[in-house]
């Protein structure tokens, strides 16, 4: 839980231990480092220096203090296994990586509509369906047991889809990925 720290047991601080000083009871790194995680406050302190870290951890709020922890250790970390870019890598990466999906579903939609004849009264979204829906009422599931009744559970179109749950376009987004 946030905020609440287990009561300091007789031992120093992970901080103390590597810097080789006495913990005091003040220590501003006790809370955060504690002794049975050497090698956390080993990565920060070898990407930041103890110094910045003592003075950054002074600077922030204590209720902000935790999360000031988590976010120093995952940069240095990150900035561990690639010192040129750290975390900016990783989301460059994502980023990459959305860019390529939101192109093949693009690519999946261009092919999914030109097998349909898209009405005027229906949108192409919702003919791309009712093209799909068609087209799995005709396949025959009988070969495939995972598959048996499905065909058989389209009973709503997708024109009733669409009126009851809005507009298709939402799914052209990617989720948010954390």
Do not use: W
């Not at 006790?30 to 080993?42: G, I, M, Q, T, V």
């Not at 990407?47 to 950054?56: D, L, R, T």
């Not at 970390?77 to 750290?86: F, Q, S």
């Amino acid at each position: 839980m946030k905020g609440t720290h287990a009561p300091r047991s007789s031992s120093s601080c992970a901080a103390c231990k590597l810097l080789k000083r006495r913990c005091v009871p003040t220590c501003i790194f006790a809370p955060h480092f504690r002794s049975d995680e050497p090698l956390k406050f080993a990565k920060v302190h070898k990407v930041f220096g103890a110094s910045n870290v003592s003075k950054i951890l002074s600077e922030v709020p204590e209720e902000q203090r935790e999360d000031t922890v988590s976010s120093l250790a995952y940069e240095a970390e990150a900035r561990l296994r690639d010192p040129v870019y750290g975390c900016i890598g990783a989301i460059a990466m994502l980023q990459g990586k959305m860019v390529e999906l939101q192109h093949d579903l693009a690519i999946a939609r261009a092919r999914l509509s030109s097998y349909g004849h898209p009405t005027s009264s229906v949108s192409s979204s919702a003919s791309s369906y009712a093209m799909l829906e068609d087209h799995l009422g005709e396949a025959n599931f009988a070969g495939f047991p995972a598959c048996s009744g499905f065909s058989n559970g389209l009973n709503q179109s997708s024109t009733e889809f669409i009126s009851q749950h809005g507009t298709t376009s939402g799914f052209s987004y990617p989720p948010y990925i954390q």
